[in-house]
């Protein structure tokens, strides 16, 4: 079968070395809309020009080829800071930083070459814009395998460019995987139309900066807070990784821990009725806190208290969240359910222990035992019903869907681990999706930063800088109803790619190839 005249032309003129390189700057490009940047239009370009050089490649070879290389540029840009963990301890894992963020970005990659591979496979012949459609369908089933597959990492999806932008709003009705639909969707309608009719495509471009014109008009902004709304504090004692378990640090981060919390309100503000410290804030087992809980509750006064710690439950260790009454007495416990693999722990399990080779975040030896499930903390009082998320669970929007339908989020964490540059400010921003899919705000305890208090829109009210230690004293903002996404979450969304992306194959395979003139 013959590609037809304006595809062959594109492949022809591009040449095989340049469409590679051009597709390495794509992938690169398309990483600036990630925070801390946020250039979603120039994003947006970039991953039109992705899909734009996949879908002209002359064999399905080149295809595969094109897309592993646009999407190893974009993963390498936007997780380079995988390899902050491995120089916590330079002397020894430093070495493993490159060879880490290799494998995980042409790792995750592999997800767009199959796409890549099987759009022109399976749509040798047929015209631009049924390529493009049956590319950018399946681009949107690979990511959400992506989120799945070996425990999943739902981070850097596409749609991911759109919380940095007034397009957030669509969340509580897309979801993460509708916002992917977006990028993708339009990306391929503005490659197409750049093949057949380079003005209709300058339309398009056009079409979500109006959009997001539109949306800040009208989607309304909500009040921060109801009336008398309860106030909770936010504690940031900036305790950078590599000294933060150091033994003669241990007791200082911990005293500036206390002295956060017994700090007066500011401007005259309400005292607290909840304090948050972050992960693995408590420096001593929580079996063995009775001491350091008397002092928190000193601290805290006549505010319960939610903190990181760590327990152990039987021989398993476990990373937790525990909320202290007044007095320090242990209320209720939350476990950490969604480990990081290699971090919190090794794969392989006993035999991993046998070679020696422990998790980067270990503390405890042999790594933490994963919690039961989801959960919900009932604080009581006008504080009601929060759903918790230790560190790397807030990156996964399906758990909360596995619960009663909870007052509002509160997320735990400890970001020094990310560095001082992108990763705290893209794991933010996923917590800022999670408040926008479900309408509910979110308030975020994080050691290094960033500490914030996140509407239902997901819009940051107030936070804490990074790398600076202080407390952040803010009412609660409300609770807005359930829409959409948070009653069905992502089935309809992947369920309408499914249907189209079969059917747009379906017409492509009985289309009767276009010849050359």
Known sequence: MSEPPAIAHWSDGLGRGRRLWLAALSGAVAAFGLSPFELWPIAWAGFTGIVLLVAVAATAKGAALTAWIGATAYFAVALHWIMEPFFVDAARHGWMAPFALALMAGGLALFWALPGWMAARLVPGARPGLRLTALAGLLILAEAARATVLTGFPWAHPGHILIGSPLLALAPLAGPHGLTLIVLGLSAAIAAALILRPLLALGLAVAPVVAAVVAVAVVPVDEAAA?????????????????????????????????????????????????????????????????????????????????????????????????????????????????????????????????????????LGGGYAPGPGPAILDIGGPLGRAFPMICYEAIFPGYIRQVERPDWIVHLTNDAWFGRFSGPFQHLSLARLRAAEQVLPVLRAANTGVSAVIDGRGHVRASLRLNEAGFLDAALPVALPPTIYARTGDIPVLLLVSLATAAGLLVARRKRPLRRA
Not at 316 to 328: D, E, Q, V
């Open 227 to 363: 009336p008398g709304a309860p106030v909770v504090r936010l504690v940031q004692p900036n305790a950078p990784q590599h000294l933060k378990w150091r033994e003669d640090m241990i007791e200082v981060f911990f005293q500036r821990g206390l002295d956060l919390t017994a700090a007066a309100p500011l401007e005259g503000g309400a005292a607290p009725d909840l304090v948050v410290w972050p992960e693995t804030a408590l420096p001593v087992l929580l079996e063995r806190s009775d001491a350091a809980r008397a002092r928190i509750s000193e601290a805290a006064r006549s505010a319960q208290v939610l903190l990181g710690g760590q327990r152990f439950e039987g021989f398993g260790a476990r990373n937790t969240a525990a909320l202290l009454a007044p007095g320090g007495m242990i209320l209720q416990v939350y476990d950490k359910h969604h480990l990081v693999p290699f971090g919190e722990y090794m794969p392989g399990g006993a035999l991993a222990d046998r070679l020696g080779l422990r998790g980067l975040a270990e503390v």
